[in-house]
């Protein structure tokens, strides 16, 4: 009987998911550099980063060839890179992509039977917003969307999409208030769907909240 009830409890495990220094490194970076609090010609030196981060040497490295091939960076000799920084059309093919991607997570997510997590995520957003914790929100809204890419059960999506993962708003003329007010509206109506099973208007209301985030970031380009 014990032995069953171990069995059985361990069937309840989900495999835990960790990512790697370059994984973290390159998400650091590329949020920093997308957030302009990396500016473009500003020089990044591998032994500065790494006292920074608090990481070896090597993940920087690997982490900083990445962001070249994204056009994020340019290395140079030295052990060091210059950041490039980020244009419109750079912003615009990050946010279709993730469009893209999130908003068919989102229909796969409808076929999924347990939606306990997901909902706990939407509720634990609506307590950040109440408490006018905003500080917060970034957190509760990685949550939210992980949440949907583990229902929808892909894993090389997921993987794709934790790569492309931006927590903080882009947007220079929005708060941190407005934004998570907007944003947990969006996701209210993103659960709603994926609840009643729809998968075309979970789709829908995914991509719609994706280009709204791309609208409000493409403002901080406007003269």
């Known amino acids: 009987m014990q032995g069953n009830l171990h069995t059985l409890y361990m069937k309840n495990i989900s495999p835990i998911k960790m990512w790697s220094a370059r994984e973290q490194v390159v998400n650091s970076l590329r949020e920093a550099i997308l957030t302009s609090e990396l500016k473009a010609g500003e020089r990044l030196v591998l032994s500065d980063l790494s006292a920074r981060l608090g990481v070896s040497v090597t993940p920087i490295r690997e982490a900083l060839q990445s962001l070249e091939r994204e056009g994020l960076v340019q290395l140079m000799p030295h052990k060091e890179a210059v950041v490039v920084g980020i244009d419109r059309k750079y912003v615009t093919d990050y946010y279709v992509t993730r469009a893209i991607l999130e ?10 039977k347990d939606m306990t997590v997901l909902l706990g995520h939407l509720k634990r957003m609506e307590q950040v917003i109440e408490e006018e914790r905003y500080q917060d929100y970034a957190d509760a809204n990685y949550d939210f ?14 993987g794709i999409l934790k790569t492309l993962f931006i927590s903080n708003s882009l947007a220079r003329n929005t708060s941190l208030k407005d934004n998570a007010l907007v944003s947990f509206g969006e996701h209210k109506e993103i659960v709603k769907a994926i609840q009643m099973r729809n998968k075309q208007d979970a789709r829908k209301k995914m991509h719609a909240h994706m280009m709204r985030s791309l609208r409000d970031t493409l403002s901080k380009y406007e003269e």
């Open 103 to 112: 908003s068919e997570a989102a229909a796969m997510a409808c076929d999924a």
């Open 145 to 158: 969307h992980e949440a949907i890419w583990l229902m929808a059960d892909h894993e090389r999506m997921e």
